[in-house]
T-cell receptor, first 115, second 114 residues
Framework: GAGVSQSPSNKVTEKGKDVELRCDPI?????LYWYRQSLGQGLEFLIY????????KSGLPSDRFSAERTGGSVSTLTIQRTQQEDSAVYLC?????????????FGSGTRLTVV | AQSVTQLGSHVSVSEGALVLLRCNYSSSVPPYLFWYVQYPNQGLQLLLK??????LVKGINGFEAEFKKSETSFHLTKPSAHMSDAAEYFC????????????FGTGTQLKVEL
């Protein structure tokens, strides 16, 4: 696609429910990243996928968070048993190369509200 | 390890005045540096990037930034602010071998007043 697409744009869920957030990166981009942006905070790195390599999960805040990337393209971030502190904007980005730091292209984000 | 500090979470300027947003970084290896802008309810958009070529980098919308190794700084400037520049600005640092994983600052909200 022309840009990074994220869905849904907004999600309201009850505490304790599971949610899935979707990211469709730019076609041909081999690297995909998930970040979390909480109110008044910077961007917190969550997870990074590069091609067929094992993902870098070092930023996932707890084992309730997981992500997968199917076929080297679409990625799904899953949050199980959501808590109120999970409320944030979840941003996905993709990049055409790694190691050269070409910069990211971001999606518009999914605003998650846990009530 | 790498980190970014943005001084001033809120900056207010008059339309037509100089914009200066400060960013200092910490990195044990030569860094790559970026500025992103975020308009309300949108994702982040790349303004400019430093990747070890010229130290003065020009970006979109009339913004530029200068890499100063001795000061570990990468401040963002624009000679004349426009109302449409009102947004949140994020500085980010990455390094070679870091898998292109960027570390972001906490952001600076720019307000432009008439």
């Amino acid at each position: 696609g022309a840009g990074v697409s994220q869905s849904p744009s907004n999600k309201v869920t009850e505490k304790g429910k599971d949610v899935e957030l979707r990211c469709d990166p730019i076609s041909g981009h081999t690297a995909l990243y998930w970040y979390r942006q909480s109110l008044g905070q910077g961007l917190e790195f969550l997870i990074y996928f590069q091609g067929n390599s094992a993902p870098d999960k070092s930023g996932l805040p707890s084992d309730r968070f997981s992500a997968e990337r199917t076929g080297g393209s679409v990625s799904t971030l899953t949050i199980q048993r959501t808590q109120q502190e999970d409320s944030a904007v979840y941003l996905c980005a993709s990049s055409s190369r790694t190691g050269d730091n070409y910069g990211y292209t971001f999606g518009s984000g999914t605003r998650l509200t846990v009530v | 390890a790498q980190s970014v500090t943005q001084l001033g979470s809120h900056v207010s300027v008059s339309e037509g005045a100089l914009v200066l947003l400060r960013c200092n970084y910490s990195s044990s290896v030569p860094p790559y540096l970026f500025w992103y802008v975020q308009y309300p309810n949108q994702g982040l958009q790349l303004l400019l990037k430093y990747t070890s070529a010229a130290t003065l980098v020009k970006g979109i919308n009339g913004f530029e930034a200068e890499f100063k190794k001795s000061e570990t700084s990468f401040h963002l400037t624009k000679p004349s602010a426009h109302m449409s520049d009102a947004a949140e600005y994020f500085c980010a640092v990455g390094t070679t071998g870091g898998g292109n994983k960027l570390t972001f600052g906490t952001g600076t909200q720019l307000k432009v007043e008439l």
